[in-house]
């Protein structure tokens, strides 16, 4: 098969390049059985495939979930917060696909169907077919269905990428008194900060507040003397206590010079520095523990 032709495969009836339904293609002609089992195909959900070279994350999942969704279902949850450029839940997780009332339909394996009341003003639907819930229910529906670390990193990243605003938050939580799930979304949403940059910053300031710390500052900027220092991810400034999440990029020999001159300046200026990697997140406990003792003993 000619390159062209591969494209005019993976291009066609489908709302992303390089996914499709494999029962569109063979019956229109355009792959027989065996190139379709062969390759260079992957499969995504069941009956829809993807170009081997498209990278295997939620969105191609939710990509595949919307070639099979009925007329009505949009994304919702996190799936379509991953629309909507906030991060990904892993790769495995279902995609949430919401059910007006009157649609039945159960999907197949990988997807997730919840049926709900969805207004106009709840439904964005797109030219490319990813069909999605609105920023607003979004964010309630992430707050409502998560748990509250999840859910605020999810949320700080929307309100980072300005897809929903503090007085968008606000209005949710007046109009959302008594609504199912209210108190879980209450509780997340009133944690959120649009300063954080990252997920685990979101996840050891929920951890914080949840374990009865002080609220610590994200994106903190730390001054001497009139003099600039560095910027950091969160900061305790009464107790001069700083947590820095380190990523894979921190482990880049340059960075990793930088990181050490600029920690030696804060301790220079009398700041307690706790560096975080993926490793120590996974236990947070540890983390809050490791945090209290400090501010502890800057008191």
């Keep these: 098969m000619s390159r062209a032709r591969l494209r005019d495969v993976t291009t066609h ?3 992303s390049a390089g996914v499709f339904v494999g029962a569109h293609a063979v019956s229109e002609g355009w792959l027989t059985q065996r190139r379709l089992r ?10 829809v495939y993807a170009d081997a070279s498209r990278t295997r ?9 919307a070639l099979l969704m009925p007329p009505g279902a949009v994304l919702g949850g996190r799936s379509a917060a991953t629309v909507l450029g906030a991060p990904q839940p892993e790769h495995g997780a279902p995609v949430i696909v919401m059910l007006p009332d ?29 069909h999605h819930t609105s920023p607003a229910r979004t964010a309630w529906d ?46 997340a949403l009133t944690l959120c900060d649009r300063r954080s940059q990252s997920p685990p910053e979101s996840w050891v300031r929920v951890a914080c507040a949840l374990a009865g710390l002080p609220v610590p500052v994200p994106q903190f900027e730390v001054h001497r003397d009139g003099l ?27 960075q990793m010079t930088r990181d050490d001159a600029r920690y030696e300046r ?4 009398g700041w307690t520095v706790i560096r975080l990697a993926a490793s120590d997140i996974r236990d947070m406990e540890a983390v809050v523990r490791r945090i209290a003792q400090a501010l502890d003993a800057a008191r």
């Design 13 to 15: 009836r489908s709302f």
């Design 38 to 47: 062969e390759g260079p195909f992957v499969r995504v959900l069941h009956g």
């Design 57 to 65: 994350d939620h969105l191609l999942r939710c990509q595949a979930a």
């Design 102 to 130: 009157g649609v039945q339909w159960t999907g197949p394996s990988g997807v997730r169907t919840r049926r709900a009341r969805l207004d106009a003003g709840d439904l964005v639907r797109r030219d490319d077919g990813l």
């Design 142 to 187: 992430v707050a409502a269905t998560e748990t509250t670390a999840t859910a605020v990193g999810v949320v700080d990243a929307m309100l980072r990428a300005e897809e929903v605003t503090e007085s968008d938050l606000r209005e949710l939580l007046q109009d959302g008194a008594g609504r199912w799930g209210a108190a879980r979304a209450r509780k």
């Design 228 to 254: 600039w220092l560095a910027q950091v991810d969160l900061a305790w400034p009464i107790h001069r206590v700083i947590v820095e999440y380190e990523g894979p990029h921190h482990f880049d020999p340059d």
């Design 266 to 269: 804060l301790a220079a200026a």
